[in-house]
């Protein structure tokens, strides 16, 4: 029997009814959702000045975190307009 895994960019997934953790991180140590539920450790230190969603884009190993990547990765991100008093924004 198959289990469906939907995954939001919170971190959290739906999985068999109920709301749980994607993927946890700590001290550079990342533990990723397998597919029946199970953590997986992965093999590789990730730094803290290192995203895990850059570390781990492995499409085969961590389908939904590569897939909340990619949705990411479409987002447009407008750094560059002004936001003081008389910037145009503002009218």
């Known amino acids: 029997m198959t ?3 939907s995954a939001n960019p919170s971190g ?7 709301v749980t953790a994607l993927v946890e991180r ?3 140590v990342v533990t990723v959702r397998a597919e029946h539920g199970e953590w997986d450790m992965r093999p590789h230190f990730v730094y803290g000045y290192d995203s895990m969603l850059s570390e781990l884009s492995d499409p085969e190993a961590a389908p939904e975190l590569f897939r909340i990547r ?11 307009f002004r936001t003081d008093v008389d910037s145009a924004a503002r009218w």
């Open 3 to 5: 289990q469906k895994l």
């Open 12 to 18: 959290l997934v739906q999985y068999s009814g109920r």
């Open 26 to 28: 700590h001290n550079g």
């Open 70 to 80: 990619e949705k990411i990765k479409s987002w447009r991100f407008y750094d560059n």
